[in-house]
């Protein structure tokens, strides 16, 4: 039913074009389809792969947007953003149904995400509002110093230049088109070219529509924003090593955003690539918790391991705890609870592929028991959640166990004593949360376990789950290698927007001339650092 | 004189050996000298080149060190950072001497440079003492929140961990062994592993000896910093590729940092670099100001350019104007004034010999016009200044023309309109530094020119020199590729330390056991970023 509504609207709505800011354009011969991984058939749409041609036409036009679009008040960028979650809410349900058609994930999470996606876009309005957030600085002459008179600057935070987005699979909403990585650089001035995620061009086209009609609509340049189909690797890469494209963001698998990096590395003029990747989030069970709250932990578990049919980023696929019989208690109830659990569908008949061949690569190592596996017969494309167990040995002298099996898939690991389990965590690669499941006095007596997992990670957690990522300026999402590319920025929370800017310093400038935020006369109200000092103070 | 006492002293307190951490170690075969260029003889002392083992050694213990030194309070940190100023102003006149015989400059140079590397320690302690610098950012829990409870979440920035810091050879003190580099990277809490220039190694071991004794005497632990010998490439690049590194700093040539920068890239764990490269720092010359003051700017560029022998980053060598009357008496004053100044030294035969080869290159090109070449005796080792003029269509058709002359050379670029200017902007490589003289109402009259300017640089001066890098807080010392590797960081100033650092959330933590900055009740009484708002209240 759903379907057919939105087949129907389809013939108004969607056209499988690119956008080319603020023109549809669709030069190429090369089409490809979306799927519906709950119908197991493909979509109706043909989406046209964007052809060289129109990848520089977008970059070019985004180039040309930038001139104008970097002197855009915070005012103006935010009654922009505000208008994009605007369009996006006034898609209806036509979008949340074309969404789901492309997906397989049901109505609430794509509501949800949807909510999370607005909420994404007006937190960088609201940042864009206060202003404070270019981190102005300014230093004052003091020409009769001596030797050297000392001349008067003044910093602040300058957008980079054209950005290209790359959709996720997971997040069509709140990583793709309009997502954080879009919010955040549109928020820093710079214009965005996405490159759609193949899986769901449809939501992507719609949402792109979203973003076009309202930069017509707030008077933002033509070419603020464009939406370039593509289902394989060639568009991307077209993109990365334009010379025009200033920076790049990337939500996906470790190998595709590696890739990236290293080709942005290899230009004459290299540039950044802000990758979230792959993360198994190790979990780290202390023993007092363990016997206190096993079976609830257990409980909580099960679901946290299953939630979104375990396609997200902070998915607890590693689980670390010191053998006893609490530990075998906490095995067995996590395992016996997951099963109670109904499988689900996954987002596409790839995923599920993936995850079936990588969880059979994990199973067919040596030393590894299989304690929960769903048996019954399940739907098209939906994934049967599994739990593994194995020695802290064995685990250590197999990197394999140590890769992302992305989907409902945990890994328990029973070590010996806390100095294997923290020698576990060091042998980790880097991990965008880390959780401890303890007591309070446990935080201390396992010290050097905590250090090292702090160590490895991007967020630690205290008796919680890694999965839920909240939207607030204390998130850190990211994290060492290969969870990003670079631990030393966020993907989620208005912090996200430091990706997309540098600094830039006026020296002896004009007052009158200065960027308002500069100003002596502070229009804007902001908090600036004004010789060591923080300060709303005029000058 | 002064070459005796240094030498008679050396005997005391040289030895050539590496700091691996607290003991000095001298296991290699392979031995150096620094030159005297005034002088242009061998120094005596022979250097020890650091030892694959010797490599390894110091990254261990830096790893180790790590593990207690980013625990450190700042306080702690700030105590040691003094101490290190004190250690060093304590090495008196030896130091300045050794300095001195390693770099031909003079002594007034080695004081004001030591005054400024200790001022740079010194600024860095005053951060850390006051302690807002971490970006605390703290948001509250709402249990209550519906449909999710929300979990309190608080972040800060933490340090990546051992950085591999470069010597540079035009700072022997502000931009080597003690310089901006190490001091934000202890400021971090970053232990420092620093590759010595080879050219002044002995200046280089004393600073060691500095900071080592400045470790022991504030309990800093052993390995927070290590000093290693190199006459090659070899030890950086060992040091760049060893997994136990976690970020590089660099200043010098362009061929060095891209070198290190695609080494760094292409580890299985990518590191940051933070590479300060070379730059030609446009100046513009507006119509206006070069008709009413163009013979006093030449006579002020005629000194900026020969500052330092021309050897720093901010060295203006390309002057861009429009065609005019003014614009030819400006380059006639230029010229006459620069070779009335005296040649000086350069720092080794080897820069002058590349500063000679890189001049030749350029003098060949064809459309040149040679205006200023000094052609009295010159000392040996002093550097003959030049200035050269050339066509706006002949620059942009030659890149030749457009690569860094390290030294006292400047090149003019007569264009034939603002159009042809605003052309030559938009095809120079990243820069420093960029600077436009005029008066007030030409800064709006060409206001296409200044922004194309401000797109190709860190910082942009009006109506001064961009020589004499100011240490403060609203410095951009860096710049678009390949003035620097990231444009989104600066080398001077006390936020250079965010190079080194990385933001880290903790979830659901314990009051009492999450670091200072981030307690409930603000032990530290920084100023935070609560719940959207800048505040030093507590919780």
Not at 66 to 79: I, P
Not at 92 to 118: C, F, N, V, W
Not at 366 to 391: C, F, M, P, S
């Amino acid at each position: 039913m759903l379907l057919n509504i939105t087949n129907n609207k389809k013939q108004t709505m969607i056209t499988g074009e690119n956008h080319i800011g603020n023109q549809r354009s669709a030069m190429g011969d090369k089409t490809y389809t979306t799927f519906n991984p709950k119908l197991n058939i493909e979509n109706n749409q043909r989406f046209t792969e964007a052809t060289s041609e129109e990848i520089n036409q977008a970059v070019d036009l985004a180039s040309e947007a930038f001139k104008t679009f970097n002197k855009k008040s915070g005012q103006e960028k935010a009654t922009f953003l505000r208008a994009i979650a605007d369009e996006i809410l006034a898609m209806g349900d036509e979008l949340i149904a074309l969404y789901q058609s492309e997906t397989g994930l049901p109505e609430g999470r794509a509501k949800g995400e949807r909510g999370r996606t607005m909420g994404q876009l007006t937190s960088f309005a609201t940042m864009l509002e206060e202003g404070s957030w270019v981190e102005a600085t300014i230093d004052t002459a003091d020409l009769d110093r001596k030797p050297i008179p000392k001349q008067d600057i003044r910093k602040m935070m300058v957008p980079l230049g054209p950005v290209v987005v790359f959709g996720a699979s997971n997040f069509p909403f709140a990583y793709s088109t309009a997502g954080g990585d879009t919010a955040s650089a549109l928020a820093a001035g710079c214009p965005v070219i996405c490159k759609s995620h193949p899986m769901h061009a449809g939501t992507g086209e719609m949402v792109s529509e979203a973003i076009i009609r309202a930069a017509k609509k707030t008077n933002m340049p033509n070419g603020v924003f464009s939406n370039l189909n593509s289902s394989g690797i060639e568009v991307g890469i077209e993109l990365v090593t334009h010379p025009g494209v200033q920076a790049v963001g990337f939500t996906g698998s470790i190998q595709g955003g590696r890739a990236l990096y290293d080709i942005a590395g290899q230009r004459d003029e290299p540039i950044p690539v802000f990758a979230e990747m792959g993360s198994i989030n190790p979990v780290v069970l202390l023993p007092e918790a363990t016997q206190n709250r096993g079976e609830d932990i257990a409980k909580t578990y099960a679901g946290s391991i299953t939630l979104g049919t375990g396609q997200f980023c902070t998915n607890p696929g590693l689980i670390l705890g010191i053998k006893s019989e609490s530990l075998t208690n906490f095995i067995n109830t996590l395992s016996t609870e997951i099963v109670k659990l109904e499988p689900s569908c996954m987002l596409h008949p790839n995923i599920i592929g993936n995850y079936e061949r990588n969880k059979q690569k994990v199973l067919e190592q040596d030393g590894l028991t299989v304690k929960a596996d769903y048996q019954e017969d399940v739907a098209v494309n939906h994934a049967r959640q599994t739990i593994v167990t194995v020695e802290g040995t064995t685990f250590l002298n197999n990197t394999t166990l140590h890769q992302e099996v992305f989907g409902p898939f945990s890994m328990v690991v029973q070590c010996n004593d806390a100095s294997e389990l923290e020698e576990v965590i060091n042998h980790l690669e880097g991990q965008l949360t880390g959780t401890v499941l303890g007591e309070l006095n446990e935080l201390q007596k396992f010290n050097t376990v905590v250090d090292a997992l702090q160590n490895r990670v991007g967020r630690i957690i205290f008796n919680g789950v890694p999965t839920g990522v909240e939207v607030c300026p204390a998130m850190l999402h990211g994290g060492p290698y290969p969870s990003s590319t670079d631990s030393r920025f966020t993907a989620v929370g208005v912090h996200s927007v430091k990706r997309w800017v540098r600094p830039f310093s006026f020296q002896s400038w004009p007052n009158e001339l200065l960027p308002n935020e500069l100003k002596n006369e502070n229009p804007m109200g902001i908090t600036r650092f004004i010789n060591g000092q923080n300060t709303k103070d005029k000058i």
